[in-house]
Antibody, heavy 118, light 106 residues
Framework: EVQLVESGGGLVQPGGSLRLSCAAS????????MSWVRQAPGKGLEWVSV???????YYADSVKGRFTISRHNSKNTLYLQMNSLRAEDTAVYYC????????????WGQGTLVTVSS | DIQMTQSPSTLSASVGDRVTITCRAS??????LAWYQQKPGKAPKLLIY???SLESGVPSRFSGSGSGTEFTLTISSLQPDDFATYYC????????FGQGTKVEIK
């Protein structure tokens, strides 16, 4: 079964850091275009970052310079390192797979909640 | 960046109604558009890809159409399980979502 499971969310103070993980099963992370998408409470979906199968990475302007996407091929796991966190980063973070640069997202993980508050 | 605009933001309908949601792109995206359904506390679920291709396992009452800058998602006969929020997404250039359309019980 193709599945994604996120972990690592929690409560963090403004300016703090957090690393999210997304463990994949049923397919190979490094052969796909893996993204992070977030959803602030009561709001819509916002694409955050992608890592291409070739290793190139791209970010939304709202997180550029603060967040880093990476993967561990042998663990078949995707990561999102989040630094200099702000209150507006509070959201449920989902990982999702796209099979190509021009492709939809499927599957999605169940999401992990990140709350940035003092 | 490509902007996606959905209308309406909220839609009140009854079981059995035909429902149509519109999504407009700020520039042409050919047919590189997907539709998702999201229920509270759950991840989005893929319904339609390439503007009009139905994802496996999705009921045939869901259909998508359009190309270029204007797209529609139609539910031919609304069922109780369909009350949810629907998002369009362009994947022509990076990925951008519409703001969502909440389908409520009338």
């Amino acid at each position: 079964e193709v599945q994604l499971v996120e972990s690592g969310g929690g409560l963090v103070q403004p300016g703090g850091s957090l690393r999210l993980s997304c463990a994949a099963s049923g397919f190979t992370v490094s052969s796909n275009y893996m993204s992070w998408v977030r959803q602030a409470p009561g709001k819509g979906l916002e694409w955050v970052s992608v890592i291409y199968s070739g290793g190139s990475t791209y970010y939304a302007d709202s997180v550029k310079g603060r967040f880093t996407i990476s993967r561990h091929n042998s663990k078949n796991t995707l990561y999102l390192q989040m630094n200099s966190l702000r209150a507006e980063d509070t959201a449920v973070y989902y990982c999702a797979r796209a099979s190509a640069a021009r492709s939809w997202f499927d599957p999605w993980g169940q999401g992990t909640l990140v709350t940035v508050s003092s | 960046d490509i902007q996606m605009t959905q209308s309406p933001s909220t839609l009140s309908a009854s079981v059995g109604d035909r429902v149509t949601i519109t999504c407009r792109a700020s520039q042409s995206i050919s047919s590189w558009l997907a539709w998702y359904q999201q229920k509270p506390g759950k991840a989005p679920k893929l319904l339609i890809y390439k503007a009009s291709s139905l994802e496996s396992g999705v009921p045939s009452r869901f259909s998508g159409s359009g190309s270029g800058t204007e797209f529609t998602l139609t539910i031919s006969s609304l069922q109780p399980d369909d009350f949810a929020t629907y998002y369009c997404q362009q994947y022509n250039s990076a990925w951008t979502f519409g703001q969502g359309t909440k389908v409520e019980i009338k």
